[in-house]
Nanobody
Framework: QVELVESGGGSVQAGGSLRLSCVAS????????MGWVRQAPGGGREGVAA???????SYRDSVKGRFTISKDNAKNTLYLEMNDLKPEDSGMYYC????????????????????WGQGTRVTVSS
């Protein structure tokens, strides 16, 4: 069983920054693909950033240059550093993990993970 616990969400003004964390526990090898997915109110889930099983990193176009995904295998923790936040970045952010062997781009495009955290809310005001 894999458990994912997110933290770090909050309310900021446009242009501000937040750092999300996701601590993974259970039977999760260090090369499991992991990523971040968000869901705006009334919208569907969309992939934001992901690290594939080969270490490949991918971002959705709207966050490139502003968000940085990273992983500390020693701490079993996934991060998402978010800078220059915009109101359209608001939503629930979920951490996901997958037991597959695919590149990061797949998970950003599909937002498809096997395991999910409970989510952390990000609100960006203009």
């Amino acid at each position: 069983q894999v458990e994912l616990v997110e933290s770090g969400g909050g309310s900021v003004q446009a242009g501000g920054s937040l750092r999300l964390s996701c601590v993974a526990s259970g039977n999760i090898p260090s090369n499991y693909p992991m990523g971040w997915v968000r869901q705006a109110p009334g919208g569907g889930r969309e992939g934001v950033a992901a690290i594939g099983s080969d270490g490949s990193i991918s971002y959705r176009d709207s966050v490139k240059g502003r968000f940085t995904i990273s992983k500390d295998n020693a701490k079993n923790t996934l991060y998402l550093e978010m800078n220059d936040l915009k109101p359209e970045d608001s939503g629930m952010y979920y951490c996901g993990a997958h037991n597959g062997r695919l590149k990061g781009a797949y998970y950003v495009a599909s937002a498809n993970f096997h395991y999910w955290g409970q989510g952390t809310r990000v609100t960006v005001s203009s």
